[in-house]
């Protein structure tokens, strides 16, 4: 079983003051966290999708061992990056592909490894922290094309999950779910 990482990177971050892929947080870039959590919890490949200074992303971080894909149309919202990133996939032959947003520092290689077991071409499966859904979400490749036709604006997957039975992996023990915003959300 074959399960890609698909790391959504392309953000401005207008909220946090500049895009939250070149924040660094503890001596490094959350866009490097987030690719070597999904590369340790067992995800391959790895595809970092990248928007707003993409180029700054690429002579900054070390992504070695990702694969990294443009969107042009990364000022659209989340949408847009979940598409490219599963077009970027098409052609792999993974059956699942677990989907983090960079700006969730406290996701663990713990928690990917639990979406790693549940990977099957039909998995829809997200991640919860005390009954609260968060990320990472896990589709299965039977899903992908439903999930993209539905992926506008700054949605991403929400609208599909939101018409489908979604497994909830509880992950609270292992890992920290909250999105950062702004530069106070910062975890100690």
Not at 26 to 40: I, K, T, Y
Not at 56 to 73: C, F, H, K, Q
Not at 92 to 104: A, F, G, I, N, Y
Request: aromatic share 4%.
């Amino acid at each position: 079983m074959t399960v890609a990482g698909l790391l959504l990177a392309a953000g401005a971050g207008t909220r946090y003051g500049m895009p939250k892929a070149l924040v660094r947080h503890q001596g490094r870039l959350f866009v490097e966290h987030a690719a070597d959590v999904l590369h340790a919890g067992g995800c391959a490949p790895v595809v970092v999708v990248l928007g707003a200074l993409a180029e700054d992303v690429r002579g900054t971080a070390e992504l070695s061992g990702s694969s990294l894909v443009d969107n042009p149309d990364w000022a659209s919202g989340m949408g847009s990056s979940l598409r490219a990133g599963l077009a970027a996939l098409a052609a792999t032959d993974c059956e699942s592909v677990l989907v983090l947003p960079v700006d969730t520092p406290g996701i663990t290689a713990g928690a990917v490894r639990r979406f790693v077991a549940l990977s099957s071409p039909a998995a829809l499966a997200r991640a919860t922290y005390d009954d609260v859904p968060g990320h990472p979400v896990l589709i299965g490749r039977d899903r992908w094309a439903a999930v993209s036709e539905l992926a506008t604006g700054d949605e991403g997957a929400r609208p599909y999950l939101a018409r489908h039975r979604v497994a909830a992996v509880p992950c609270q023990d292992v890992a920290h779910g909250a999105d950062v915003d702004r530069p106070e959300d910062l975890p100690g």
